[in-house]
């Protein structure tokens, strides 16, 4: 066996498991009453903003296409380089370790040509409606943009090999914010030829870092960790809304004690059952990376819903958004209570009850904030 025939082995298997976990979520009754009739919609809608007419189109002139650069953004900030690592590998990694190096070059190719087909894609979808500039500006753009996404899954891979800590997330939200703006003026200001050279620079920088990495083997566990997350995604999006299904828990190795945990003693003086329950939520809820990821998608979704609709649509994204974030906090706050070790305790209490609604709205208020800071800051733009 050789590193081509193990990379190949492990995307079928990949797929077939992501399939699986798709069949078991659509059945044909979903699929015949739900499935077929939204991509009939779908279709029939981009028919019509084709010819000019629609709810898409008068959607997209109400915002003046500016959802096209959102959906851009959003892209940037998804995807990773898989490595389709697994544990048993370690043991094979002295005897066979060019054939695991092999594997990791193969699944870098495989990333990025997954990126390419994500823009390749959407290039396709929108050029349609793309008149206000050329083929060539928007085949730069395009360049540039799949130049700037490989070079965030290039320095993402540092990202996982290193402990995750509060300074560090500000840096990374600093660096792209920082990135991000230094991007929309070379889009709005810089000529297309020098736009695509840049585009290719980073793609050179991503690609060249990336295949340096391939060959380091230091940070293994914490590889194999980012793939396993990276298998049980869909698994994750799709038992997200349900309160009985759950998905494996993959054990992050570098996670670090939360900032709350060492300070605990200082904010709950007085040891009841209400701040007890208060305690564990939200000492289980910053550990664990999959509540974070859930709230986060859904709050960045959500604003950059805001930031690009007309007046009466934010107005709505804001009403939309309450309403499900509360629920969702609802569900993980009932899953955190379900451990094991909660079992005989109980949650008809008075107590149980306020911890609850004093959780859910903590959480909940400062997201619903930070939503009307974002609406207010795009109410000054239009």
């Given at each position: 066996m050789n590193g081509r025939t193990l990379f190949f082995r492990r995307l079928f298997d990949y797929y077939r498991y992501q399939f699986k976990v798709f069949h078991a979520v659509i059945d044909w009754t979903v699929a015949l009453y739900i499935v077929l009739p939204a991509l009939a919609f779908v279709i029939y809608q981009y028919i019509d903003l084709?010819?000019?007419r629609g709810l898409f189109y008068k959607?997209?002139?109400?915002?003046?296409?500016?959802?096209?650069y959102a959906v851009c953004v959003l892209i940037v900030c998804t995807g990773s380089i898989h490595t389709f690592l697994m544990e048993a590998d370690k043991v094979f990694l002295l005897q066979k370790k060019e054939i695991i190096y092999q594997l990791k070059q193969y699944a870098l190719m495989y990333s990025f040509l997954v990126t390419l087909a994500k823009w390749l894609l959407l290039f396709f979808i929108v050029l349609p409606f793309i008149s206000h500039i050329?083929?060539?500006?928007?085949t730069a753009l395009l360049c540039y943009l799949f130049g700037l996404h490989t070079t965030f899954?290039?320095?993402?891979?540092?990202?996982?090999?290193?402990?995750?800590s509060i300074s560090r997330r500000i840096a990374e939200i600093l660096f792209r914010a920082v990135l991000f703006s230094g991007s929309a003026v070379l889009i709005v200001f810089t000529e297309w030829r020098l736009l695509a050279l840049i585009g290719i620079l980073f793609l050179i920088f991503a690609f060249v870092r990336g295949w340096k990495k391939t060959a380091?083997?230091?940070?293994?566990?914490?590889?194999?960790?980012e793939e396993k997350k990276s298998r049980l995604a869909l698994a994750g999006l799709v038992m997200m809304m349900s309160q009985e299904a759950g998905i494996p828990k993959v054990k992050d190795r570098l996670r670090r004690k939360p900032l709350l945990y060492r300070n605990s003693k200082r904010i709950f003086k007085r040891r009841t059952i209400l701040t007890g329950y208060k305690e564990l939520f939200f000492k289980v809820t910053l550990r664990n990376g999959e509540y974070a990821r859930q709230m986060y998608m859904l709050l960045s979704a959500f604003t950059v819903l805001i930031f690009v609709s007309p007046?009466?649509?934010k107005l709505i994204a804001l009403l939309v958004y309450t309403g499900v974030c509360r629920y969702i906090l609802t569900l993980i706050f009932d899953k955190?209570?379900?451990a094991p070790f909660l079992i005989g305790a109980d949650k008809e209490s008075d107590e149980y009850y306020r911890a609850r609604k004093s959780c859910?709205?903590?959480?909940?208020y400062a997201f619903a904030a930070f939503c009307f800071v974002a609406a207010a800051v795009s109410l000054l733009f239009t």
């Open positions: 084709m010819n000019g959607w997209s002139e109400m915002m003046e296409w500016r959802w096209l050329t083929l060539a500006e928007s899954l290039a320095l993402k891979q540092d990202r996982i090999r290193k402990p995750r380091l083997f230091s940070a293994f566990e914490a590889e194999v960790t007046i009466w649509l955190v209570m379900d859910i709205n903590t959480l909940h």
